[in-house]
């Protein structure tokens, strides 16, 4: 058995758990990571494209955006399409912000590209992780690799392992308040080499369900479709994706060289999930381990990101000051960032969906809802200020704490 000591144990090497690490080594926080996957399958994993202005600020702040800044795709807007009509909601002109598109796959090369070569602070292929330890002032984490046992000792633990990770299941049932929600849909992502057929995104809402046309370069397109909940991939050969696409997007997609050939289809189950607290004892939950969001709005990986870096923030205080007041805050900061978020990536899902069981009452108020936003003017601008994340740059404007209670209210009135 080898035992390993390091300021931080870090568990899974996806965005959030690099990141993390990356900023911790920026100002002498040491690290140690483990990670479930290989090298090559954490590098290869195709997921999210779509990355707010803030994160992108983030990763030019810390050195990690020349080859983003080199070559993402910046748009200025998107296309909204429904009812047969296709308007441009342009986030530039509402509120002074573009979006940007790289995948997430490319900033994840970027963080294991940033790292200093050789040492022993990053383990893939790490088998049977297990957290100890973690409501005490020594917590550690175990796991096996090539055969060797290999104990870190840490003095805290970051549980960056994602939705089904170990370090959210460590936490005592009932210290934690899990809220979860599955939508009765899913969608199909597909990556397909071919250029995309319109150069923004295009988001249509049709009778039949919703389609998704973004991109990850000039020649790969990234496409989605609204299935059944019930819906397995083998209910989706090639020619009932590519007549629904054609149908949903309003395109001509009849010609197969037009279509490129499909790299890669997924099954992508809708879901929103919170865990409250982000904290017990000495582990913080980073990313996906503590919050999941359906992929509508994009916002995974976004506040992924920032989750680390507040955490990176709230750790380097503590070290450099002995401070302990930004961890202690950690996770009610981060919590209303994500419940902002939360919320609304579940309004644009039912904005998006027509559900199974929808009534003509419901459709007419979602295109009441569309066209609302197509018209611009201040529901627009409020839109655009969640979809590029700007509304969780701001600090709450009326802390909870200095407005009245409800009792204090009593005999305000007549
Ligand atoms: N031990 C060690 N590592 C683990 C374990 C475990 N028991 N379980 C999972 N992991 C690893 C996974 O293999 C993965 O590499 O943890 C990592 C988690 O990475 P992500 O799932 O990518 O989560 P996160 O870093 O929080 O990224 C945020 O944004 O676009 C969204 O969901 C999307 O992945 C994305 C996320
Ligand atoms: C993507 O490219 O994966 C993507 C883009 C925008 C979204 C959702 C997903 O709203």
Redesign the pocket.
Known sequence: MRTLRTKVAV????????FLAHELRAHGVDSVI????TRE??ER?V??GLLEEGTVRLLRGSGLADRLDRQCLVHDGFQLRFETTSQRISTAALIGEPTYIYG?QEVVKDLLAARPPGGDSLYFG?QD?RLAGIAGASPSVA?TTGGEQVVVEADFIAG????????RASIPPAALTFHSRRYPFNWIGLLVSAAPFAPELVYSVHPRGFALQSMRTPEISRLYLQTDGRDELSDWPESRIWDELAQRLYVDVSRTRERGAILEQVRVPLRSTVAEPMQFGRLFL????AH??P?TA?K??N??LEDASALADALVTWYRRGEDGPLEGYSATRLRAVWRAQDFSAWLTWLFHPAADATPFDHRRRIASLTRLAEGGSSAIAFADEYVGRSRRRPPSRPHLTAPRIHELDGMEG
Not at 160 to 167: P, R
């Open positions: 568990v899974g090497a996806g965005p959030a758990g690099l483990v990670e479930r996957c399958h954490v994993r997921r999210a997430q790490a992780v796991f960056c392992d994602g939705y089904h990770g170990v370090s980073v990313g996906d381990a999941i969001f992929p994009a995974g990986l506040v992924a």
